[in-house]
């Protein structure tokens, strides 16, 4: 689907309340930072073909197809770009949380030899992207209780205080414009199963809000909380009864930051992360169960 374009927003700030004010500004990078960041997660999945859709192209520069599949290029990136294939399959949600890895499987797909794989495996065992089970091999890291509490935990500690500072310096209505349209999307997921799109919804909500503090730092840091959460739970055949409820917390931070409800917000804010916790530790808990 040639021809796509990431979002962009006026880097100026001139159209922005306050003209060329340097929170402003701060602001507006902050949300297309947010901006670009949903753009590339999406654009994986819908603008390019086989591999390459999940590669970024790097299937096509490290192989040429011939009549027997896919013939590695020579040179000292091989093993790096193994590696990348794997991980961006992982990260695109083809080889999904719980997916067992074979060399063999893994080789035959990518079309190289054992080595560069057994490599890139252990290389993602190291960063937490996949498992090894001792006599069972590789699988895709699946989100643990431990990881749950330590994520979310994190996440309440920053946004509860993104959420202060906001206020302290000032609510942009860009910023709540924004937000009323991503949850609108976000409502229109949350009454058919658990999916991949609906948490990535949810993300974009919640780096929405903490871009209108201005602290881009501190939206990467989210950012990458939400990645590592998302990239390992397992949400196949998953109803989650309690998308409404999740989509009038949303609502109800709406309308405290509309009011300059600062204690409502950071009270309402902190309880959603906790109740998004808690609903996730059921879910691990559920399917610890089916696998014994």
Do not use: W
Request: glycine residues 8%.
């Amino acid at each position: 689907m040639g021809g796509l374009n990431p979002p962009a927003m006026d880097r100026t700030g001139d159209d922005l309340p306050g003209g060329s004010d340097p929170r402003r500004l701060a602001i507006a990078a902050g949300l297309e930072l947010q901006a670009q960041r949903v753009y590339h997660s999406f654009s994986e999945l819908i603008g390019r073909t086989a591999f390459d859709r999940a590669s970024g192209g790097r299937v096509s520069q490290m192989n040429r197809t011939t009549k027997t599949g896919l013939v590695p290029a020579k040179g000292s990136r091989l093993n790096q770009d193994v590696y990348e294939v794997i991980k961006s399959q992982i990260l695109s949600n083809r080889l999904r949380p719980g997916h067992k890895l074979t060399h063999q499987g893994l080789a035959e797909m990518i079309g190289v030899s054992r080595t560069p794989i057994r490599e890139s495996l252990e290389r993602l065992y190291q960063e937490g992207f996949v498992t090894r089970i001792p006599n069972r091999g590789f699988f895709v890291a699946e989100i643990t209780a431990d990881e749950a509490h330590d994520l979310y935990g994190t996440r309440e500690a920053l946004e509860v205080y993104q959420i202060g500072h906001t206020f302290d310096v000032g609510v942009p209505s860009d910023g709540l414009k924004k937000l009323i349209e991503v949850n609108k999307r976000y409502y229109s997921m949350i009454k058919q199963n658990l999916t991949r799109d609906r948490l990535m919804a949810d993300r974009e909500f919640h780096l929405t809000l903490a871009a209108m503090s201005g602290n881009q730092y501190l939206v990467r840091t989210l950012d990458a909380i939400f990645e590592r959460v998302i990239l390992k739970r397992r949400v196949d055949g998953l109803h989650d009864v309690k998308g409404v409820e999740s989509y009038q917390d949303h609502v109800d931070l709406i309308e405290a930051l509309r009011s300059g409800d600062k204690a409502k917000a950071q009270r309402g804010l902190r309880n959603h992360i906790r109740g998004a916790c808690e609903r996730l530790l059921q879910q691990i808990k559920q399917l610890e169960a089916l696998t014994r």
